[in-house]
């Protein structure tokens, strides 16, 4: 697996990529377990993750190094979002023109993330939602191992 943090430069290859998106407050850490997991789960791909595990200066540039780079690989993972909105945001800002996967997860044990989660099922049925840092991991990967999923 090779992990490409911000603000390094990512140059697709034709292996499976995967982003690392997530509501962010309140949260350290969980990129970390998610490349645990996928590691664990003998992932062979990329993984970007707009968090570097070590602080860099210039934080307001990290949104053009997420725009270029979500719509060039195959499954973003958005972890706790904040609501509907937020999820229908991500999917019109940068997936709405590629055949990027969303896949969206709640932390259960969360109360919030538990009232996001029953209204990700009302106000979007179409879209699956995992429950569980594990379950949004594998999820990501069963999509990746789909023929035909990835960017255009």
């Known amino acids: 697996m090779q992990l490409i943090e911000y603000p390094q430069r990512y140059t697709p290859d034709g292996c499976p990529a995967l982003y690392l998106a997530a509501s962010g407050a309140g949260r350290p850490g969980w990129q970390s377990e998610a490349v645990a997991l996928l590691d664990a789960a003998g992932f062979t791909g990329t993984v970007l993750n707009p968090q570097p595990s070590r602080p860099t200066s210039g934080a307001g540039a990290a949104d053009g190094w997420q725009e270029h780079n979500l719509r060039r690989i195959g499954a973003v993972i958005l972890w706790c979002p ?11 800002r940068f997936l709405h023109r590629s055949r990027t996967v969303l896949v969206v997860g709640c932390d259960l044990e969360d109360r919030l993330q538990r009232f996001v989660h029953a209204e990700l099922l009302h106000a979007t049925p179409a879209l699956a939602v995992a429950t569980g840092l594990a379950a949004t991991v594998r999820a990501a990967l069963d999509h990746l191992s789909t023929p035909g999923t990835g960017p255009r």
């Open 82 to 92: 904040h609501g509907a909105q937020h999820v229908r945001d991500v999917q019109r």
